[in-house]
């Protein structure tokens, strides 16, 4: 009878690591379903949805939409520059910005704002940097009059 309850004893412990064995493989799929699924959101979530490339001098400013896991779009802005090495080689220097659609308003208004500080102040600094490149034109030409009244490279040592 011993012998009986060592071979049931066995049998249920072989069922158990069978079913332990199948259950293992079958979280392991499902974690392979979900990390393949992950990987393609992940690809999804890094996939340009519309670009928009902007050179202005130097620079290139590029807008990209892009999607996140939950298929919201954003909006990366990165300037870009060429920077030259002492030895003739470049790199580029990256700045970026991510901007999240529940802060596209804000965004906007505090950038509207300030175009519009610098369009109505710069035309101040413009008008006094004219009105002193005036004063400097008016000095420059005082200057050649008087200058041109008298010779000044020749001097009479006798008269001293």
Do not use: C
């Not at 290139?60 to 896991?69: E, L």
């Not at 910005?97 to 505090?110: S, V």
């Not at 413009?126 to 008016?138: K, L, N, T, W």
């Amino acid at each position: 009878m011993f012998v009986n309850i060592f071979q049931l004893f066995s049998f249920f412990l072989f069922i158990f690591e069978k079913v332990r064995l199948e259950l293992f493989k079958k979280r392991t799929m499902e974690d392979f379903d979900k990390n393949e699924d992950r990987i393609d959101n992940d690809s999804k979530f890094r996939e340009e949805i519309y670009s928009k490339a902007v050179r202005a001098g130097k620079r290139t400013y590029f807008f990209d939409v892009k999607s996140t896991r939950r298929d919201e779009f954003y909006l990366t802005i990165t300037e870009s520059k060429k920077r030259f090495e002492q030895d003739g080689s470049f790199h580029f220097e990256k700045h970026k910005i991510f901007l999240y659609k529940e802060d596209f308003d804000k965004f906007l208004d505090g950038l509207q704002e300030v175009m519009t500080y610098i369009d109505q102040n710069q035309s101040d600094i413009d008008q006094v940097e004219a009105e002193y490149e005036d004063v400097i034109r008016s000095d420059e030409k005082l200057m050649e009059e008087v200058s041109g009244d008298k010779d000044f490279t020749k001097i009479d040592f006798e008269a001293l």
